[in-house]
């Protein structure tokens, strides 16, 4: 079955640090996004790509870039990670632009 | 500025009875709405969505309500079983824009049994 995965589940680095979070479909969506889960907020996008070589801002994009090299991955990079994006991280993927965007299951960023 | 709210952190359902979610947009030119569940430790999953030239939508036991003028738009679910527990998002986007998603900040559905 086609799914949407994101890797490592759990991470705990400190502040400076750079992480890379993996978000890989397998649905061949040219859509892809970011997004962050913080109590209060809700769900904010971070960045998000329409296709290969294209990549967008979101709402919350500072200290954050992502890179889109082929249709099924879309890693986000915290170039410089700080205490205040300890958070959940939601990858999600759609078809087309009014279709029903999928969730991956999350990864948990701890920064100390 | 919070383009989508909702406004309930919390609620709590007898099983078997009504479960009603609100949620309040402020931005006219959304015209498409969504609802996704989420459980603990999994991503958000899709529920129910309603365009806005439909006033409802219903699937099984959920069904969406859409009033434009009021900017408002509701989740009722019949009847409400304790599975039903999680957190729920309303969600809205614009055909005129982006199509990007704002979410709301979630409301937390308790089901006793």
């Known amino acids: 079955d086609a799914e949407i995965t994101q890797s490592p589940r759990h991470k705990i680095t400190e502040t400076g640090r750079q992480v890379t979070l993996a978000c890989h479909q397998t649905?061949?969506?040219?859509?892809m996004f970011w997004y962050r889960q913080d109590l209060g907020h809700g769900l904010r996008l971070i960045h998000y790509s329409y296709g290969v070589q294209d990549t967008n801002k979101g709402e919350v994009s500072d200290g954050y870039s992502v890179s889109r090299s082929n249709t099924e991955d879309l890693p986000l990079t915290l170039e410089s990670a700080a205490s205040s994006q300890t958070s959940v991280y939601f990858c999600?993927?759609?078809?087309?632009?009014?279709?029903?965007?999928?969730f991956g299951p999350g990864t948990r960023l701890l920064v100390l | 500025d919070q383009q989508v709210k909702q406004n309930s952190p919390s609620l709590s359902v007898q099983e078997g009875r009504i479960s009603i979610l609100n949620c309040d947009y402020t931005n006219s030119m959304f015209d498409y709405f969504l609802w996704y569940k989420k459980y603990p430790a999994e991503g958000p999953t899709f529920l129910i969505s309603?365009?806005?030239?439909?006033d409802k939508n219903e699937d099984g036991r959920f069904t969406v309500f859409l009033n434009k003028s009021a900017k408002h738009l509701s989740l009722h679910i019949v009847p409400s079983q304790p599975g039903d527990s999680a957190v729920y998002f309303c969600?809205?986007?614009?055909?005129?824009?982006?199509?990007?998603?704002?979410f709301g900040t979630g409301t937390r559905l308790k089901v006793l049994a």
């Open positions: 969600a809205a986007s614009s055909s005129s824009g982006t199509y990007k998603y704002i």
């Open positions: 649905w061949n969506h040219n859509n």
């Open positions: 999600a993927s759609s078809e087309g632009l009014k279709e029903t965007q999928y």
């Open positions: 309603i365009s806005s030239i439909k």
